[in-house]
């Protein structure tokens, strides 16, 4: 430093500058250089350093160093050099004036704390991006985590700032809030009961983004499309969004239809019923006409004479079996429920193939559609509550 300034001295004798400026002067000219190369730092960190980084990127085959190295990320990187060539030469302008080098380092510092939380932000948020697009991770609910880790670095930031504007150690700054914790607990209630609830969703498999999830308690029905550390967005059938608060995924119930996806098929559990006064043994010609059927194969009797019902559930399980929509390695059957006063219930149990809602619902509809047409083959009745019409024409008679 000593030679530094002997030198400017000579300098400055030699341009004929009087020796009661010299002191301003070296100042000026020591500020000037300072100002000159950071601003030429910054000039070459931003014109070759990023450009050439850029390139590299450019040519691998990797997609994680383009969203590593994005212009956020490097956008920080060029705004941090600066300030620390301010923080380290500063102290050569103002050797003697301790006062104001304090002050104008303290300035710096935090600058500097406030870019590198922005830095680490702007790198946790790449991670995220990456981790998103990951075949092993993108179906976990990190952004929750990516949120909590950015919360972290965000209050230290602040807590490091606020310590070197006041003159403290940052240790006792963090003491002080430990007496204040149930404070901090209650504000920041849901963030913490949001990351632990994110926490045993991730790690119990519980819910991924893109799952189909039922929760008539908070009228949520749909798809999953973020889970953040506050909230569950839903994107209902409707195309509202609800939101579900992550605890409540954890202490209360859901149905998650993700199992059903992966599975072979989706079940159809319906029933119609029969009018009772119907069911009646079929007669000789009923059976060689039934006995002429390629369904009929396999038909197992069960004495001299045969009950329509029985045959007719027979038929239905063939033609079930026989649709290729079905998918006959599930579960397949036909059943009796229990008698009702509305007749007796004829429950169809079979998954179809196709697990989307349009051919699903579509599926569900034909099989119907053909068991009702085919009734009276067997001379089988729905029992259907009469309506007014009903009671009009008989009333007519």
């Known amino acids: 430093m000593d030679t530094i300034n002997n030198d400017l001295t000579n300098l400055l004798k ?36 990023v450009p050439t980084i850029k390139k590299l990127t450019a040519r691998t085959q990797a997609t994680w160093d383009d969203y590593l190295f994005n212009d956020a990320v490097l956008d920080n990187m060029c705004h941090l050099i600066p300030p620390i060539i301010l923080y380290v030469l500063l102290p050569f302008a103002f050797p003697h004036e301790p006062v ?25 948020t790449s991670l995220y991006t990456i981790s998103s697009e990951h075949e092993k991770l993108k179906n976990h609910p990190l952004k929750g985590v990516y949120q909590m880790i950015k919360l972290i670095v965000i209050c230290v930031g602040v ?53 189909w999830i039922t929760m008539p308690k908070y009228g949520a029905d749909g798809t999953v499309i973020e889970v953040t550390l506050t909230t569950v967005k839903v994107r ?62 396999g038909f197992e009797k069960t004495g001299k004479e045969e009950v329509n019902l029985y045959v007719f ?21 036909v059943r009796q429920l229990q008698p009702t006063p509305q007749g007796l219930p004829i429950e169809l149990y079979f998954f179809s193939a196709n697990k989307d809602w349009i051919p699903y619902e579509r599926l569900q509809a034909e099989v119907f559609d053909h068991l009702l047409a085919v009734l009276p083959e067997f001379g089988l009745r729905v029992f259907q509550i009469p309506s007014g019409l009903d009671v009009l024409s008989l009333s007519s008679h």
Not at 20 to 47: H, M, P
Not at 166 to 171: L, Q, S, T, W
Request: charged letters at 20%; aromatic letters at 10%; one cysteine or more.
């Open 14 to 49: 030699q341009m004929g500058v009087h020796q009661e400026s010299w002191g301003i002067t070296q100042r000026i000219v020591i500020i000037a250089g300072i100002l000159i190369i950071a601003f030429v730092a910054d000039y070459f960190c931003r014109k070759i350093v």
């Open 236 to 297: 209902n059938w409707d195309n509202t969004i609800t939101t579900v608060p992550p605890y409540a995924l954890v202490s209360d119930s859901f149905q998650n239809w993700r199992g059903m996806r992966e599975s072979g098929g989706r079940r159809v559990k319906r029933s119609i019923n029969i009018d009772m006064n119907t069911v009646r043994f079929c007669t000789p010609e009923q059976m060689k006409k039934f006995e002429k059927q390629v369904w009929m194969s």
């Open 100 to 124: 104001t080098l304090t002050f104008i380092l303290k300035l710096c510092w935090v600058y500097i704390t406030a870019v590198a939380m922005k830095l680490i932000c702007s790198f946790l």
């Open 159 to 211: 807590i490091i700032i606020i310590s070197t504007l006041i003159d403290k150690d940052p240790v006792n700054i963090l003491t002080g809030l430990g007496a204040s914790a149930a404070i901090l607990m209650l504000v920041f209630k849901d963030t913490i009961m949001g990351l632990v609830a994110g926490v045993q969703l991730s790690a119990n498999d519980m819910l991924r983004p893109g799952d």
């Open 313 to 333: 559930r027979h038929y239905l399980e063939y033609y079930l079996r026989h649709n290729p929509r079905v998918n006959t390695e599930l579960i397949l059957m």
